[in-house]
Antibody, heavy 119, light 110 residues
């Protein structure tokens, strides 16, 4: 069974960098498929942030592209998100998920990590 | 801002059938990209409900069904149950290889 688990600080100061990691168990991320970050502001809908392939090819949301980096660490079987220059608008639950290559849908999700941007 | 539009809410009595629309454009659904649906129960992560327009993952009841036509897709829930009360999101891709989610629909069981 594939399992994903987000980890990282729950509080980030404005203008600083948000860093999250997603640990994957039950599946090797170098086997294939794509890995993604999605966020959900409190009481709002889902927003796709970024995707990375097992080969390191990245895709970013146009609205966040200038501030976001997604990366893969196959030795630790995890992938990461960095979001620079955060503001209160970046406060959200951040989910990591697996995006299937074949169907382009998210079949496994982490439980989510709430990140609050506040001084 | 989402490029896939859903009604904010739908409601129905137990046992009834409800339908949720997902309206896109010629650059996403209309371009032939698959539509997928997720159910998000309160306080939990989204769960895949329908993939590739009409397919149910193992364990999803056959009360849930999906369809697609032109630039729109729909999710139908028949035999509505109290446990179906949740938020539902559609998702697709587009010609720029971006991923988009729908605006979300809250289903209320009366």
């Amino acid at each position: 069974q594939v399992q994903l688990q987000e980890s990282g600080p729950g509080l980030v100061k404005p203008s600083e960098t948000l860093s999250l990691s997603c640990g994957v168990s039950g599946y090797s991320i170098s086997n294939g498929d794509y890995w993604a970050w999605i966020r959900q502001p409190p009481g709002k809908g889902l927003d796709w942030i970024a995707t990375i392939s097992y080969g390191g090819v990245t895709q970013y949301s146009p609205s966040l592209k200038s501030r976001v980096t997604i990366s893969l660490d196959t030795s630790k079987n995890h992938f990461s998100l960095r979001l620079r220059s955060v503001t209160a608008a970046d406060t959200a639950i951040y989910y990591c998920a697996r995006l299937t290559v074949s169907g382009q849908h998210f079949d496994y999700w982490g439980q989510g990590a709430l990140v609050t941007v506040s001084s | 801002q989402s490029v896939l539009t859903q009604p904010p809410s739908v409601s129905g009595a137990p046992g009834q059938r409800v339908s949720i629309s997902c309206t896109g454009s010629s650059s996403n659904i209309g371009a032939g990209f698959d539509v997928h649906w997720y159910q998000q129960l309160p306080g939990t992560a989204p769960k895949l409900l329908i993939f590739a327009d009409t397919n149910r993952p193992s364990g999803v009841p056959d009360r849930f069904s999906g369809s697609k036509s032109g630039t729109s897709a729909s999710l139908a829930i028949s035999g509505l149950e109290a446990e179906d009360e949740a938020d539902y999101y559609c998702q697709s891709s587009d010609l720029s290889l971006s991923v988009s989610f729908g605006t979300g629909t809250k289903v209320t069981v009366l």
